[in-house]
């Protein structure tokens, strides 16, 4: 579809939306000047959508009262995407959204023209999103349920939690304000009442958890993306630097993903760098790859790999 016909579209949905808009609110949506929000309107009437103009200060463009644009124009590729985003949406909520999402792609596939369905029939035997969990999915689904609706309906609830540095589970009480899946891992992001500050708790360590009779309004101007932009450049990070070995270099480039850089040697061998969000955790990644690879830097880490490499053979010749 075309850059014009996607702009008509949704200038149809801006006026469907809110009435008696004017053209220099309409090209500030679509991102064009006043004149071309003109010229749109007259296409719109050459097509016979019945776009109409009231002057005076409350006055705008706006379409004749009950009238709707025709549901479902998608593109194959919008289709699609459209379909694929439902199947999404079921392997990460798994039963709390599954009805739903099946529910929308039986509609979809009731009124889409035979083009768009067999596009997304293609789709959906060709192109698949799963594993996106790590935790187990059916004993998180009641906490995942009762935590979308406390945060729907801005409810406060009361946990005990067990904190990753802090193995002692505490109550707290916490607004909930947002819920993120972050590498395979479910989050609860709001204000906790202990801390007086915004929190993230991970959701698989929630012990109990109830939603209590007290609402709460979120913050003027909370933004999610923006505090985990925020969230993610405060925390400290450990940057580590590794050798693989010549016979490993595959294993290197195969995980590239993981890599902040990634230098091949003369003789063969790999170096890269990455960063954690701990030393404990940069410590996992190098024994992860056992003797294929040679921590280089920084000392600290290097001293724990030995550590734990020594604790490790002690603990095999021991066990004969």
């Known amino acids: 579809m075309s850059n014009t016909a996607t702009r008509l579209i949704t200038l149809i949905m801006l006026l469907q939306r809110k009435p008696n808009q004017k053209a220099s609110e309409l090209a500030k949506e679509l991102n064009v000047s006043v004149r071309t929000i003109h010229r749109y309107i ?21 379409l004749i009262r009950g009238y709707r644009m025709p549901p479902l124009i998608f593109t194959p590729e919008e289709a699609v995407a459209v379909c694929l985003g439902t199947s999404i949406v079921s392997e990460i909520w798994g039963r709390i959204y599954r009805d739903a999402a099946q529910g929308a792609l039986a509609k979809i596939d009731n009124v889409l023209p035979d083009e768009q369905r067999d596009e997304v029939a293609w789709a959906r035997r060709s192109l698949l999103a799963t594993g996106m969990h790590r935790a187990d999915f059916m004993q998180l689904a009641p906490l ?11 409810r406060r609830v009361r946990m005990v939690y067990r904190g990753r540095r802090h193995p002692e589970p505490t109550q707290r009480d916490l607004d909930p304000y947002a819920m993120v899946l972050r590498w395979g891992w479910w989050y609860v992001i709001g204000y906790c009442h202990m801390r007086r500050a ?123």
């Open 144 to 154: 995942l349920e009762e935590l979308r609706r406390a945060t729907r309906e801005r």
């Open 198 to 320: 915004m929190r993230t708790f991970r959701v698989d360590r929630i012990i109990e958890m109830e939603v209590i009779n007290q609402t709460f309004n979120v913050t003027d101007g909370f933004d999610i993306r923006e505090y985990l932009a925020e969230e993610n450049a405060a925390e400290p990070h450990v940057r580590a630097q590794m050798r693989f070995t010549p016979d490993a270099a595959l294993v290197a480039k195969d995980a590239q993903t993981f890599w902040e850089t990634m230098e091949e040697q003369p003789d063969g061998s790999v170096v890269v760098t990455f960063s954690s969000p701990s030393i404990e955790w940069a410590t996992w990644q190098a024994l992860y790859y056992g003797s294929r690879v040679t921590v280089l830097a920084p000392p600290d880490l290097r001293r724990l790999v030995a550590e734990q490499a020594r604790a490790i053979v002690k603990q095999y010749a021991s066990a004969g």
């Open 42 to 62: 007259t296409m719109l009437d050459e097509m016979g959508i019945p776009v109409y103009s009231e002057r005076g200060p409350h006055g705008g463009f706006r």
